[in-house]
């Protein structure tokens, strides 16, 4: 089992490795760092643009494989993934923003996996009922509206709701209260107001995908041979079920877990930007809209990472689940 799961986890850092590099080139080649200073009045001159753009090695003029070996060199010898164009060092600007977006992610993924199993499991044993077909609609409605469009829909329930109370029962901008007063519970119980409503998005978006996936695997081991062995052996249906056929069902989902975490990293970027976090998804949207290649590169270096840490975990269920991989 130790070294199936280490194989795998070197096989998914030499895919993270291409990934951030892939990043690198094809924002060198695709954004120009230099239009942000063109249309400046006055308008810096060409030899000051240059200074800059080679100060943080993002210059076009310089051949991108030079710029890419010189990024890899930097970022061996001095642990250094660059500066942004504000000036401040790329890795200063994930260690801030990163916990703002581990507390989405680790949330949303968890009750999203759970709730989200739970109902596939659920649908396929009530296959074609009422409760089945419900959880059906709703799934592949979910699955229809875009991130942005679901957070919209949460934030206009929850002011409803706040205005029928007549007060501000769950708030929705931003990570906390700003400038308010009291003490650590209270401050605890602003944060998690807060983070409420992008949780329930978050997890609604997995729990769909979830639940599908799951149905699909539980109906194809409903009338295995096991399962039958079980019950003529005495067991309940539902034990014989639980103890056999969710195990088993849920050995395909290990793996649809690792490929669908990079699905949940894009809804969490536009939920970061819907509810105003200050995230790791923020800091990709701008990286692209501002052409500042180093901290596009340090974004998705950072994905790649929590995939390589998802495709882990992953294949570490997998192999507690299934017997045979850890022979």
């Keep these: 089992m130790i070294g199936f799961i280490a194989k795998r986890f070197i096989n998914y850092a030499i895919l993270s490795a291409i990934a951030t590099l892939s990043a690198y080139v094809l924002a060198s080649i ?12 006055p308008r ?16 076009p003029n310089t051949p991108w494989v ?6 890899i060199v930097r970022l061996v010898t001095e642990g250094s993934l660059g500066d942004t164009i504000h000036n401040t060092s790329v890795i200063s600007e994930i260690a801030a923003r990163a916990g ?5 992610l680790i949330l949303g993924t968890v009750i999203a996996a759970i709730v989200g199993v739970t109902l596939g499991v659920w649908g396929a044993v009530r296959q074609y009922r009422f409760s089945d077909q419900a959880i059906s609609v709703a799934s592949f ?4 509206t875009p991130a942005f469009v679901l957070g919209i829909l949460l934030m206009i329930v929850a002011t409803l709701l706040n205005n029928f109370l007549g007060v501000q029962l769950i708030s929705f901008t931003g990570e906390y209260t700003p400038g308010l007063d009291g003490g650590w519970w209270v401050q605890f119980g602003d944060r998690a107001g807060h983070l409420l409503l992008p949780t329930i998005s978050l997890a609604l978006m997995g729990a769909a995908g979830y639940s599908r996936y799951q149905r699909s695997a539980m109906l194809d081991v409903l009338a295995a041979d096991y399962i039958r062995t079980a019950r003529s052996k005495g067991r309940t249906r539902g034990s014989a079920l639980v103890r056999h056929g969710v195990r088993v ?10 490929y669908s975490f990079a699905t949940v990293l894009a809804g ?9 976090w200050h995230g ?3 800091l990709l949207v701008q990286s692209i809209s501002q052409s500042d290649i180093n901290a596009f590169t340090g974004a998705i270096l950072f994905n790649a990472i929590l995939i390589l840490i998802a495709g882990t975990l992953a294949d570490v269920v997998y192999a507690a689940l299934d017997p045979r991989v850890r022979v």
């Design 141 to 144: 409605t979910i699955l229809a």
């Design 66 to 71: 030079e710029r890419l070996w010189a990024w």
């Design 249 to 258: 069902a849920l050995i395909p989902m290990s793996t649809y877990f690792a």
């Design 44 to 59: 810096p001159s060409d030899a000051t643009i240059n200074s800059i753009l080679d100060g943080l090695g993002v210059n």
């Design 280 to 282: 790791m998804g923020e």
């Design 100 to 104: 703002t977006s581990l507390r989405l």
């Design 268 to 276: 969490a970027a536009v939920t970061e930007l819907v509810f105003s």
């Design 30 to 41: 695709i954004l120009n760092p230099a239009a942000r200073y063109l249309g400046r009045n």
